[in-house]
């Protein structure tokens, strides 16, 4: 998604996940994937997209070791002002 759009839809998702539709859909329709409704049409917010694709990477990482930036200073850890 090169141009910056406030909603995805699920075609979209599908495509930044490399998953077909109808799993985009069904991840949708569970609530794992934040999701609003406008209408007959069910959208998902970009913010929200890449905040739930943030949190995501970070759990992942976390799963196999691996600290990022954020859990460092979360932990105090780099943070020579203490």
Same mark, same amino acid.
């Given at each position: 998604?090169? *141009?910056?759009?406030?909603f995805? &839809?699920? &075609?979209?998702?599908?495509?930044?996940?490399?998953?077909?539709?109808?799993?985009?859909?069904?991840?949708?329709?569970?609530?794992?994937?934040?999701?609003?409704?406008?209408?007959?049409?069910?959208?998902?917010?970009?913010?929200?997209?890449?905040?739930?694709?943030?949190?995501?990477?970070? *759990?992942?990482?976390?799963?196999?070791?691996?600290?990022?930036?954020?859990?460092?200073?979360a932990?105090?850890?780099?943070?020579?002002?203490?």
């Amino acid at each position: 998604m090169s *141009e910056s759009r406030p909603f995805l &839809r699920a &075609r979209d998702v599908a495509l930044l996940l490399g998953v077909g539709v109808r799993q985009a859909q069904k991840l949708i329709r569970k609530g794992t994937i934040p999701s609003v409704r406008s209408g007959r049409s069910v959208l998902v917010p970009s913010l929200a997209w890449q905040a739930w694709l943030e949190h995501k990477s970070r *759990e992942a990482l976390r799963s196999i070791g691996v600290t990022t930036s954020g859990d460092r200073n979360a932990q105090g850890i780099g943070d020579e002002n203490k």
